[in-house]
């Protein structure tokens, strides 16, 4: 990283709709990896056979300490016996990840079938990942921070009120992949339908033909009480975090809803 941008190069420089979508903004791609509910992580796990593996995983992006001038890392929270976390026992025995978040916006809806989109945000990042060892106090001790961090991002304040700390099987059965980042980018689509010069001449093609764009967000819904819980209330903190996930949901999705393309911003300056 160089000036707050991961620098380009053939692995991670964006070729197609570079110059509108293109973005290498170091906190940019950082809130869409800690902002996407699922990431994508793909690795080879056998050499001796290159078929590639994509599972879904939670994780997020920090940095430890906090107080540290260290880039952030992505941290992954898996099953002591998946294939994913048995391999990487230590730094030394790193592998190569691509991770991928990618959150949806909105449904692009042009005069042509050839014009329609997603309004989206996307980023792929490139690292080396292997196990925290929590043999030593020091990766215990980095180990239990990313598993707070990894359980605040489904909903923040979630590890605090819950029963912490875990205990010895929890912590034995629970694997936290570290990845360094190398290089990434993100793509970003944050505007209305894009029509070709000669349909936006067509009147009788605008009159017939609706246009515009749907906005897309994820919505958290009431929460529901399990068959055992005995707390009446549903928390305050929990109530606050489904409220303004939604209302910045909302927001963000109607704002890029109503922006204009690039060019035609251009045009109108």
Not at 165 to 174: A, H, K, M, R, V
Not at 246 to 260: D, F, G, L, P
């Amino acid at each position: 990283m160089e000036d707050g941008e991961y620098i380009k190069n053939p692995t991670n420089t964006v070729n197609r709709h570079g110059k509108d979508y293109a973005k290498y903004d170091a906190d940019l791609i950082h809130s869409i990896v800690n902002t996407a509910s699922v990431l994508h992580i793909s690795f080879v796990p056998d050499p001796s056979d290159p078929t590639p593996i994509i599972l879904p995983m939670i994780g997020q992006m920090g940095t430890y300490p906090p107080s540290s001038s260290s880039p952030p890392a992505i941290y992954l929270h898996g099953y002591v016996s998946s294939r994913l976390m048995r391999l990487g026992a230590s730094p030394s025995d790193s592998f190569s990840v691509c991770v991928c978040a990618t959150i949806v916006d909105g449904l692009v809806l042009a005069l042509t079938p050839f014009s329609h989109s997603y309004n989206y945000r996307s980023a792929v990042l490139h690292g080396r990942a292997y196990a925290l060892d929590d043999s030593t106090e020091e990766g215990r001790q980095e180990k239990l921070w990313a598993m707070e961090l990894v359980t605040d991002s489904v909903v923040a304040g979630r590890w605090e009120n819950t029963r912490v700390p875990p205990d010895g099987g929890e912590l034995q059965s629970t694997r936290i992949l570290k990845v360094e980042v190398e290089s990434a980018s993100a793509k970003v689509r944050d505007f209305g339908p894009k029509d070709e010069r000669k349909d936006l001449k067509r009147e009788e093609v605008r009159e017939k033909v609706w246009t515009g764009v749907v906005p897309v967000q994820e919505v958290l819904g009431e929460p529901v009480g399990a068959s055992y819980n005995k707390v009446e209330e549903v928390p305050g903190y929990l109530r606050e975090y489904v409220r303004e996930r939604n209302i910045e949901a909302s927001k963000y999705a109607r704002k890029t809803a109503c922006a204009e393309p690039p060019e035609r911003k251009k045009r109108e300056e």
